[in-house]
């Protein structure tokens, strides 16, 4: 068999589809530089861990279910001269992942999703699981999936993310029952997932609209 067809059978058995697809190129390109076998390895290598990477973002970011696609860098921070953009930059470096929840509180309109969604694209980019739930949704998902008896399941899906964003809670009040269960998902994630919360709700109003468990004092950023 021709060296080559056999070199690009064993990648496909490998499943090294960028290798396959490159090392044509690559080797024409090392020979004309005069490069050693080394160093184009090297380049293939190098080829293959990126693709594998930007594949694993794509997936991660398609298993976050996000409404849309929201970039920090688009967010217009002079539109809301209180909040610290510096600090939310900081933010966006991930380091409050598996450390304390975050919670963005802020009047309808001022971009508080856009945040969210901003900054759980970045921990996409940075390798964490992550799952976007528009609260109210996610109430009705769990009065389903209590009436199907499979809540558990339901839980156990979320404990495999490890960030998860709750957008607009409290925005429409829950039934006790609907209370009850958010409170219940909560719960189930404390100390175990991490928590990006967006709201309106003023703190003095929390407990006319919905049940929280208790928690560290979460960092706002607006």
């Not at 021709?2 to 024409?28: C, I, Q, T, V």
């Not at 945040?115 to 940075?126: I, V």
Request: hydrophobic fraction near 45%; aromatic fraction near 8%; proline fraction near 5%.
């Amino acid at each position: 068999m021709d060296a080559n067809l056999l070199l690009e059978s064993y990648l496909k058995e490998l499943r090294l589809p960028a290798l396959l697809r490159h090392y044509r190129k690559f080797g024409e390109g090392a020979a004309q530089a005069g490069l050693g076998y080394d160093r184009y390895l090297l380049a293939l290598a190098e080829q293959e861990s990126a693709q594998r990477k930007n594949n694993r973002q794509v997936r991660l970011i398609k298993a976050a279910r996000f409404p849309v696609i929201k970039e920090l860098a688009d967010f217009d921070f002079a539109c809301v001269p209180s909040l610290n953009k510096q600090r939310v930059l900081e933010l966006a470096q991930g380091a409050y992942i598996r450390t304390e929840p975050l919670l963005i509180v802020g009047n309808p309109g001022l971009g508080k999703t856009h945040l969210a969604l901003g900054l759980a694209l970045a921990a996409c980019r940075q390798d964490y699981k992550v799952r976007f739930y528009n609260a109210a949704a996610l109430v009705n998902e769990l009065l389903q999936a209590e009436d199907e008896h499979r809540v558990p399941r339901l839980l156990n899906g979320a404990l495999r993310q490890q960030l998860i964003v709750l957008d607009e809670l409290g925005f429409i009040p829950f039934s006790t029952t609907g209370a009850h269960l958010i409170f219940r998902f909560r719960s189930a994630l404390y100390q175990r997932v991490s928590l990006i919360i967006t709201t309106n709700l003023r703190f003095a109003d929390w407990t006319q609209s919905l049940v929280m468990s208790a928690s560290p004092p979460p960092c706002s950023t607006a």
